[in-house]
T-cell receptor, first 117, second 114 residues
């Protein structure tokens, strides 16, 4: 069965420091995609970064980078130079193929990040 | 501005009532999705639709119904058969096919049963 595991319910980080949010996944598919979303207190899910299973380079988007270790089935999110506005819930998700060849996202349980001033 | 809108933001339902949550997108996306989020948990798929007039059940479809009469609109009805409907509901869309199939989300509707 396909599954996403986020083992850190909550994390603290000092403003301007870097933080790593852990994500491990389980799938038997050869082709898959991994996503990170940010959910502030307002509730909206904001797409941050994507990594395809065949991408050789780790994905980066501004202060976000994805540490993709395929053999270990991990896709950790690294946020550099944390800002107060980074305080939010962060979800790791994996693209799963459905019976009719469409896709859905499978989500982990999330990590709540609090940035301290 | 292109995006996904959901209304209402907050919704209160009495026992035994059906309520409909609105989801509209002007991104010209083909596929649309409804997810449910319970406190402290990730999202679970309720229904999805790849094209107009076609939709499929997700993982937790019981007690819900949808329609897809227009490309831009994918309303979700929470029926009285849904025993525990209090949750946060998120609508998403994506433009298939695309390499990443990134799903973009609306702002959500928080449903509370009184």
């Amino acid at each position: 069965a396909q599954k996403i595991t986020q083992t850190q319910p909550g994390m603290f980080v000092q403003e301007k420091e870097a933080v790593t949010l852990d994500c491990t996944y389980d799938t038997s598919d050869q082709s898959y995609g991994l996503f990170w979303y940010k959910q502030p207190s307002s509730g909206e899910m904001i797409f941050l970064i994507y990594q395809g299973s065949y991408d050789e380079q780790n994905a980066t988007e501004g202060r976000y980078s994805l540490n993709f270790q395929k053999a270990r089935k991990s896709a950790n999110l690294v946020i550099s130079a944390s800002q107060l506005g980074d305080s939010a819930m962060y979800f790791c998700a994996m693209r799963a193929v459905l019976m009719d060849s469409s896709y859905k996202l499978i989500f982990g349980s999330g990590t709540r990040l609090l940035v301290r001033p | 501005d292109g995006g996904i809108t959901q209304s209402p933001k907050y919704l209160f339902r009495k026992e035994g009532q059906n309520v409909t949550l609105s989801c509209e997108q002007n991104l010209n996306h083909d596929a649309m999705y409804w997810y449910r989020q319970d406190p402290g948990q990730g999202l679970r798929l309720i229904y999805y639709s790849q094209i107009v007039n076609d939709f499929q059940k997700g993982d937790i479809a019981e007690g819900y119904s949808v329609s897809r009469e227009k490309k831009e609109s994918f309303p979700l009805t929470v029926t009285s058969a849904q025993k525990n409907p209090t949750a946060f509901y998120l609508c998403a869309s994506t433009n298939q096919p695309s390499a990443a199939d990134t799903q973009y989300f609306g702002p959500g509707t928080r449903l509370t049963v009184l």
